[in-house]
C-alpha cells in the first residue's frame, strides 16, 4: 500500500484546510485509515481515523474542528480542518493499517503503511 499525503500549506489561525490521502489501493472495508500529526519537538499524535467499518473516531483535540472522510471513487480519505490554531502546527501522515484493533487505535505502533507527511503551519 502506497499513501500519498498533499494538501499542506501555511495558513493563518481560524482558517481552514484540507488533506488528502490517497491510497494505492481500495482501502476501506480491510484498512484502518488514519491521520496521525507530529509538532515540532513532540511526539506522533492520533488526530483522526476511519475505521474498517466506517466508523470516525477523534483526538479530543480536534473534536468539532477536524473532519474525516473519504472518497471510495478515489480512494482517497480526508482530513477537513477549520478553526485552526498555532496549536495544530505539524507535520500531519496518514497511514493505514489491516490489523488495528480499536482499543489500540491511536498506537503508531499499530499502523503498517505511512504516507510522506504534508506540513500544516498556522500563524498567530
Known amino acids: 500500500v502506497r499513501l500519498q499525503a498533499s494538501g499542506g500549506g501555511m495558513v493563518q489561525a481560524g482558517d481552514s484546510l484540507r488533506l488528502s490521502c490517497a491510497s494505492s489501493?481500495?482501502?476501506?472495508?480491510?484498512?484502518?485509515m488514519t491521520w496521525f500529526r507530529q509538532g515540532p519537538g513532540k511526539e506522533r499524535e492520533f488526530v483522526a481515523a476511519f475505521s474498517k467499518s466506517s466508523h470516525t473516531y477523534y483526538a479530543d483535540s480536534v473534536k468539532g474542528r477536524f473532519t474525516i472522510s473519504r472518497d471510495s471513487a478515489k480512494n482517497t480519505v480526508y482530513l477537513q480542518m477549520n478553526s485552526l490554531t498555532p496549536e495544530d502546527t505539524a507535520v500531519y501522515y496518514c497511514?493505514?493499517?489491516?490489523?488495528?484493533?480499536?482499543?489500540?487505535?491511536?498506537?503508531?505502533?499499530?499502523?503498517?503503511?505511512w504516507g510522506q507527511g504534508t506540513l500544516v503551519t498556522v500563524s498567530s
Open positions: 489501493t481500495r482501502p476501506f472495508g480491510q484498512y484502518y
Open positions: 497511514a493505514a493499517s489491516r490489523r488495528v484493533i480499536l482499543s489500540a487505535m491511536t498506537s503508531r505502533d499499530m499502523y503498517d503503511y
